[in-house]
């Protein structure tokens, strides 16, 4: 355990002396949690509507899966990849199920969502033997951090201070069909592939059009493309399906090529993974042209399974959609002439603002006791566990519906 005892100044002041600097300093300090609450170092309670960014989708310290991560620990913690364990294998065979992937599909598992996209960039770079260099993906896509996945992000901030990055990536407009049928007009048989998130989380989680998806999937198939859904955000139960691309409105029916998650997989332990469809791409990475250390640990599989497990046992799909349903009829319905929209599928929800409010408004609501996600100057996104209830969310609401006209006068 931590060295003594503390305040959260007294934690914030000996982040700042060890921790390298390049989130800023933290908020709070917690140090435990219950539910979708957490509490900091000075005792105060918060109403955790972010859920470690989509990934505590249990809540914090649920029993069922803490004690599956307790007894896999106590059994056998790590072993390397020169060999398997029964909690890797369930997981890939969960996992493939869950996805609908046909039969020779196979799945990578990694430690983290920017892994997984990571992974996704070099099975692309091996598409075709590398005969195919374009990589298409969206303006306001989000990836990861690492050289890879970075160059598959958009934002210039994230990018410029790393670059030269891999090339070969080109942004198309969001949800615009003509640029994306132009990009394939244009030397399509050069694109190795499209890579997109069927909702854009960091953006200020905003669905893909509908139909948008199912015409990527005629031209990636057309062309010979692969068709790459980011759903590390998005996938594992947060919009109330186990993929976002399963909702009609949003996929159309599409069977992708690969499908990329983590976060809320293993319910706040660190795993991730990549699922490619079929046995042409699930080839496409052979032996020693890929690794990790820590993928498919036999503790983050058994966390990720007991996830799962409990998805399914207390039937948190059905509940996500109805309580996002609700959630969102109620934002909207506060009449606060500061929102704009309410927008989001399942419990994956944007409070879009009329001005560019959403740090000091978070900031108000972290002050009020919740925790919310300025995600851009406009947007505000919550991401809360599925165990969330309506009297749980209600702050939230009463927050929201609360806002004062004047914080927007503040900044015009």
């Not at 309670?45 to 859920?51: F, K, N, S, T």
């Not at 809540?59 to 909690?87: K, R």
């Not at 854009?200 to 493309?225: I, K, S």
Request: hydrophobic share 45%; net charge negative; aromatic share 6%.
């Amino acid at each position: 355990m931590p060295a003594g005892a503390g305040s959260v100044a007294e934690w914030t002041d000996r982040y700042t002396h060890a921790v390298m600097d390049t989130f800023g300093p933290p908020q709070r300090v917690l140090v435990r949690g219950e539910g979708p609450y957490v509490w900091d170092a000075d005792g105060r309670r918060y109403l955790d509507l972010l859920g470690g960014i989509a990934v505590n989708s249990l809540g914090h310290a649920h029993p069922t899966l803490t004690a599956a991560v307790s007894a896999q620990l106590g059994t056998l913690g790590h072993i390397s990849n020169f060999f398997a364990s029964p909690t890797q294998i369930a997981l890939a065979e969960r996992l493939l199920a869950l996805a609908g992937a046909p039969e020779g599909s196979r799945v990578f598992l990694t430690n983290s969502g920017t892994e997984a996209n990571e992974a996704a960039f070099k099975l692309l770079r091996r598409h075709s033997a590398g005969r195919r260099p374009r990589v298409l993906a969206l303006e306001g896509g989000f990836h990861g951090r690492s050289m890879g996945a970075l160059a598959l992000t958009s934002k210039a901030a994230y990018r410029e201070p790393f670059e030269p990055l891999p090339g070969g990536v080109e942004f198309l407009p969001f949800g615009d069909t003509d640029a994306l049928e132009a990009a394939f007009a244009d030397g399509g048989d050069r694109v190795a592939g499209l890579v997109v998130e069927p909702v854009q989380g960091e953006a200020g989680v905003r669905p893909l059009p509908p139909g948008y998806l199912a015409r990527a999937r005629e031209l990636t198939a057309r062309h010979g493309a692969l068709l790459v859904l980011d759903e590390v955000q998005s996938g594992m139960g947060r919009t109330g399906r186990w993929f976002a691309h399963q909702h009609p409105h949003l996929g159309g029916g599409v069977v992708p090529d690969v499908v990329t998650v983590a976060k809320g997989l293993g319910g706040g332990f660190p795993v991730g993974g990549l699922v490619a469809y079929g046995p042409d791409v699930a080839s496409l990475l052979g032996r020693g042209q890929h690794g990790t250390t820590f993928g498919g640990n036999p503790v983050a599989a058994a966390a990720a399974l007991a996830t799962i497990g409990v998805i399914e046992r207390d039937g948190l799909l059905a509940h996500v959609t109805a309580l996002g349903e609700r959630l969102r009829a109620r934002l909207a319905g506060t009449g606060s002439p500061l929102v704009r929209e309410v927008r989001g599928e399942g419990l994956l929800i944007a409070v879009e603002l009329t001005a560019p409010v959403a740090a000091r408004v978070a900031a108000d609501a972290l002050d009020a006791g919740v925790v919310v996600n300025p995600c851009t100057p406009t947007t505000l996104r919550i991401a809360p566990p599925f165990v969330l209830t309506d009297e749980q969310a209600q702050p939230f609401v009463d927050l929201v519906a609360a806002l004062p006209a004047e914080i927007a006068e503040d900044v015009s």
